[in-house]
């Protein structure tokens, strides 16, 4: 097997995908946390678990090797030492609230199975879990009063597997989360990039400890010299220059398109309303075509970075910047304002390339679904009743690791 990752565009047939299929962490949301959480709603674990299986099948039936976050997080942890280090850094960065409880914390963790122990991190601790602890705290005694129902917080944005980390050439950026709630979730990534043997020792363009926010959603590969990233509600524009310093001039990029969208929990991502579906097309939600600003990073010879103000249109800065006579938007809805709006919620623009011109889409975008096949765009559709619920759709639930080089 390689020890190495490989993404050099967006639309190379996909070879292998890393997902996390949802479970218990989804059952542990509830109404009155669901802000703190970053979810709009609650979904139905049984069917959105059958839903994922389908996704995963389709993959698979498309050429892809699947892996599973969890199953990889297990095999590192199988090491006593590195168990312990995980342990004790997770448990950390879960503002637990002291010292006693972080040690019962630990104890309780280490009586399961690794693998059951991997998903019982995930899952979150409820405070019913541990009956008893011993020798309290002020802090935990304060804390117990105020009736929280968790030691440690679920992670259910976790099967969004897009926004942790992301493959960029033959390394990764291990991102800066925007938020306290997704932080821990790069934990994962970081053990298995400096720990598993398949992946111990891919360069890093970015890493957690970085001071910016950074999301995968918004990073884009769009050809071995291209890349685009959003300044979006997630990712910083401090973040892009920082990865623009490490990564322009190195292996074959020369380019960042920085895409400035609006700041809003509907277009979190730049992914949320731009994603790449063929050589020369590209999905798109109205509702940024006239709001967006576009930025273009380049290194200059003497290593210092040339950022200019792109003031034509998106598709001939696209034409431009990736050597194509043209490009072609389609737009999600149609283009219709209701329709886009619709289904722009359930990302209908978040479509997931396994090969240039053929894409996974959640079914019910149906009048996004049909733009597509009008634009010779070969649709394959998966069911989206509740994994719709998480705002997220096949692009933001899976990370490829490896595609093939265009011709």
């Not at 959003?230 to 190195?250: E, F, N, P």
Request: proline share 4%.
């Amino acid at each position: 097997m390689k020890n190495e990752v490989h993404v050099y565009s967006e639309i190379g047939q996909l070879k292998t995908v890393l997902l996390h299929k949802p479970y218990h962490e989804i059952e542990n949301l509830v109404p009155e946390y669901l802000e703190r959480l970053l979810f709009d709603d609650i979904a139905y674990i049984k069917q959105a678990r059958i839903e994922h299986d389908v996704f995963a099948d389709l993959l698979r039936k498309n050429g892809a090797e699947v892996l599973y976050l969890s199953d990889l997080v297990s095999e590192v942890l199988e090491n006593e030492e590195i168990k312990n280090k995980f342990l004790d850094e997770f448990i950390d960065e879960g503002n637990v609230s002291s010292v006693q409880l972080k040690k019962t914390l630990i104890e309780y963790l280490k009586n399961f199975e690794t693998k059951d122990m991997v998903e019982k991190i995930i899952s979150g601790i409820r405070t019913k879990d541990i009956p008893e602890i011993k020798n309290k705290s002020l802090v935990d005694m304060v804390n117990e009063r105020e009736d929280y129902p968790f030691y440690l917080d679920p992670l259910p944005n976790l099967y969004f597997q897009r926004d942790p980390f992301a493959t960029i050439g033959s390394g990764i950026t291990l991102n800066r989360m925007s938020t306290i709630t997704r932080n821990r979730e790069t934990i994962f990534a970081k053990y298995i990039f400096d720990y598993h043997s398949r992946f111990k020792g891919v360069h890093k363009w970015y890493d957690r400890n970085e001071k910016y926010a950074l999301e995968g959603g918004d990073e884009l590969v769009l050809s071995n010299k291209v890349l685009a990233i959003g300044i979006s509600q997630r990712t910083t524009a401090k973040a892009i220059q920082s990865v623009a310093k490490r990564i322009l001039g190195k292996e074959s990029f020369e380019t960042i398109l920085a895409f400035n969208i609006p700041k809003a929990r509907a277009y979190m991502h730049l992914d949320t309303v731009f994603t790449m579906v063929d050589h020369d097309s590209f999905t798109i939600h109205p509702g940024i075509e006239g709001p967006l600003e576009l930025y273009s990073i380049r290194m200059d010879k003497d290593n210092s970075l040339s950022i200019k103000f792109e003031k034509e249109e998106l598709s001939t800065i696209l034409s431009k910047y990736l050597d194509l006579p043209s490009v072609n938007l389609i737009r999600c809805g149609g283009g219709d304002f209701i329709d886009a709006g619709r289904e722009q919620w359930s990302d209908g623009s978040n479509t997931l390339a396994i090969s240039p011109g053929k894409v996974l889409c959640y079914d019910r975008n149906y009048v996004t679904n049909e733009a597509l096949r009008k634009n010779g765009i070969e649709v394959i559709e998966m069911p989206s009743y509740e994994l719709s619920r998480g705002r997220g759709g096949p692009r933001c639930m899976s990370m490829p690791l490896v595609r093939e080089d265009l011709n």
